[in-house]
């Protein structure tokens, strides 16, 4: 009896870097090497266990994020946060559906109902006209935007920091469009992504 709680001491001591991810995210691990691509059923899978995805990760900013709020076996609904500009940061709620066990794709969900605005120099609220001239301005930039689809090729984990890094590809109308491709950070500890914040 006293080997077996010796032996489970010492598992817990040396192992516990591996045990950092939940089992279903630890198993997409194990199954992917760099450049696999990414089922979409796993996909959302780590679109369920994550506490927040930050792309173009540097330093702990991102050029924007996703909180994935509910993902269903057709979809997902997710809040999205970027600096609008060097004053203004915002975050909106869109959709999106699931496509061939492979994409996900943008809807026509008007999402610009959703958006909030913060100011970067100390968080206060925008709203009133400020707001509402900004949903103005956001409707005009969004006037004939194409529904894209994404796709996800595994990179790499480091279960230190529980963190996966996918890259996340772009497709224009059905066409891969190389130049937008962006890695993208999944963090899985909440008080890790607590800590991200939106760089201008």
Known sequence: MK??????????????AALAFDADTQAIIDRHKSGKLVAINDV???MRSSAQWCYLNQDHTCAWTDIYLDVTDTGATFEIGNAWDADTNIVFTDQGVFEDDRYICETDHDWVPSVRATRRSDGSTIDGRLLWDLKSDIYAIRAGDIQNCFDYLYLRSDPDYEQITLLQRQYVDGVHDETRDVEVTLHMNSEDAAGLSWRW
Do not use: C, F, N, Q
């Not at 489970?8 to 192992?15: D, E, K, Q, S, V």
């Open 3 to 16: 080997t077996l709680l010796a032996a489970m001491l010492i598992t817990m001591a040396t192992g516990s």
């Open 44 to 46: 959302a899978t780590l």
